[in-house]
Structure formats: C-alpha cells, structure tokens
C-alpha cells in the first residue's frame, strides 16, 4: 500500500465546473505538498501546507491532521488547468512520499 | 531570484553506456538538493538527496549514483544504464523550513 493514496486518478470536467481532488496519506508528516505536473513534463510547486487552509488565485488547499487527509479545489475550472496534480508528503527527516497524481483535463 | 537549471533536455543512450546529469541552482546558498524519477505512468520516486557538499543521501539501492562536488551542483550518474532507468529525471531544491521545494524543468532519458 502507497504511502499517499490520490482520488481520483482521471478526472475530466467541463469549463467553469468546480474541482476536488483528494489525497490521504498513512504516515506522520511535517508538511504537505501539492504539486502541477504540465504536458511537458516541469514540475510546479503549488501549496505547502502543514495545517488549515491556503488560496492562491482559483486554488484552494486545505488539510485535516486528524484525518490524515488533503483536498485541492480549483473553482471556476479552465483549460489551461489540464495537468497533472501530485500530493506528497514529507515524513521525518528529508523523507518524502508522492501521490501517482491525479490526471485533469478540463474541456472548453 | 533563484533558478534552477538541468540538462540536458532530452537523451537518448544504448544500454551499458555511462550517465552523467548535472543541475545547477543559482541565487541562494547551501541548498538541499534532490534527484527523484517518474518511471512512465508512475510517480515520483526520491533517489538521492544532499544536504551539504559530499553528502549524499540514497533512498533506494540501484544502478544510480550521485556527487555534489559543489554547493549548488549537484550531479547524477550511472556507470552502465539499464532499460530500467528510462524516465523522467528532476532535479528540485530546497532550504531551512518550511522546506518547500522548487523543481527543475527536468531531463528525459530513453535507454534502448
């Protein structure tokens, strides 16, 4: 079993449709990251987070400790947020843990 | 502003051949750095990690090696590929807390 667990692999959405993706992980964490993977392969540090909620723009992540638990919203979804999205996690020490990613693709 | 920088883009190497990818940070000091591999339809994977010059961390036994023989360089090798180490290859960096890291644009390697 996959430290970090994302859902849902594959999401297709129409344009302006509101977005969650999740990601729950099984280990004791410091932080956790949300991460935009683009077509081309450039890696793109969204959030880092280690409790509550951030914005930045259309984006919002939050994370329940408790719960283990992370969610990445994006409102008023767009094309140009077709990407790939990767949680990760990082554990004791210089450790990290990675999500397979969630792949989105938003239609016009 | 820092940048971080990797190449080459793209490569394409017979199995047996060496490797060498380098990457390069500009604009801070004392960085940590990290090399991680996203296999096809995989995730990310951590394969080294460096704190200070000469100090390389592995997180998984394999065909790879790293050196940091300067402070913002930070350097990955193989003595001979295997088809297996076909991937994505990323450089990130990061520094003190909280620990955010900043990727590189990142190097494809085709082994054939």
């Known amino acids: 079993k996959n430290e970090v667990e994302q859902s849902p692999q594959n999401l297709t959405a129409q344009e302006g449709e509101f977005i969650t993706i999740n990601c729950s992980y099984s280990v004791g964490i410091s932080a956790l990251h949300w991460l935009q993977q683009h077509p081309g392969g450039g890696i793109v540090s969204l959030f880092m987070?280690?409790?509550g909620k951030k914005k930045h723009g259309r984006l919002i992540a939050t994370i329940n400790i408790q719960e283990k638990h992370s969610s990445l919203h994006i409102t008023a979804s767009h094309p140009r947020d077709s990407a790939v999205y990767i949680c990760a996690v990082k554990g004791a020490g210089n450790q990290f843990y990675f999500g397979t990613g969630t792949s989105l693709t938003v239609i016009p | 502003s820092q940048t971080i920088h990797q190449w080459p883009a793209t490569l394409v190497q017979p199995v047996g051949s060496p490797l060498s990818l380098e990457c390069t940070v500009e604009?801070?000091?004392?960085?940590?750095l990290y090399w991680y591999r996203q296999a096809a339809g995989r995730g990310l994977q951590l394969l080294f990690y460096s704190v200070g010059i000469g100090q390389i961390s592995s997180e998984v036994p394999q065909n790879l090696s790293a050196s940091r023989p300067q402070d913002r360089q930070f350097i990955l090798s193989s003595k001979k590929l295997l088809l297996s180490d076909s991937g994505f290859y990323l450089c990130?960096?990061?520094?003190?807390?909280?620990?955010?890291?900043?990727f590189g644009p990142g190097t494809r390697l085709t082994v054939t």
């Open positions: 990130a960096w990061s520094r003190g807390t909280p620990n955010e890291q900043y």
């Open positions: 987070l280690s409790s």
């Open positions: 604009g801070t000091s004392n960085p940590n």
